[in-house]
């Protein structure tokens, strides 16, 4: 499967974007999705999960509250809503996709597949 992330872009502090991750190659159905991301200088973390079912999810505490992990799996595509952006936000984010059956997010070495990334910027 072939991810696309898309959907970054600058945006003022307070302000949303929504984040999609398309898959092609594969149906997305079969796959666990994770979003990360990456500042600059720093490491990569996680930010969100969303099982293959849909019916689980985590947020990464930093972002719990304002974002929002989806999934349309009739589109090939998973969803990060981000609301309230705050300048620390500010960073590269990349999907990627897991065969994983729990419900709780796995270690990033598990998901096969990641796609480029794109980059989401807050100004304050």
């Known amino acids: 499967v072939q991810l696309q992330a898309s959907g970054g872009g600058l945006v003022q502090a307070g302000g949303s974007l929504r984040l999609s991750c398309a898959a092609s190659g594969d149906t997305l159905r079969r796959y666990a999705v994770g979003w990360f991301r990456q500042a600059p200088g720093k490491e990569r973390e996680f930010v969100a999960f969303i099982g293959w079912s849909g019916r689980s999810s985590y947020q990464a505490d930093s972002v719990k509250g304002r974002f929002t992990i989806s999934r349309d799996d009739a589109l090939n595509t998973v969803y990060l809503q981000m609301n309230s952006l705050k300048p620390e936000d500010t960073a590269v984010y990349c999907c990627?996709?897991?065969?994983?059956?729990?419900?709780?997010?796995?270690?990033?070495?598990?998901?096969?597949?990641w796609g480029q990334g794109t980059l989401v910027t807050v100004s304050s």
């Open positions: 990627a996709a897991a065969i994983w059956y729990g419900d709780y997010p796995p270690a990033p070495h598990e998901y096969s597949y």
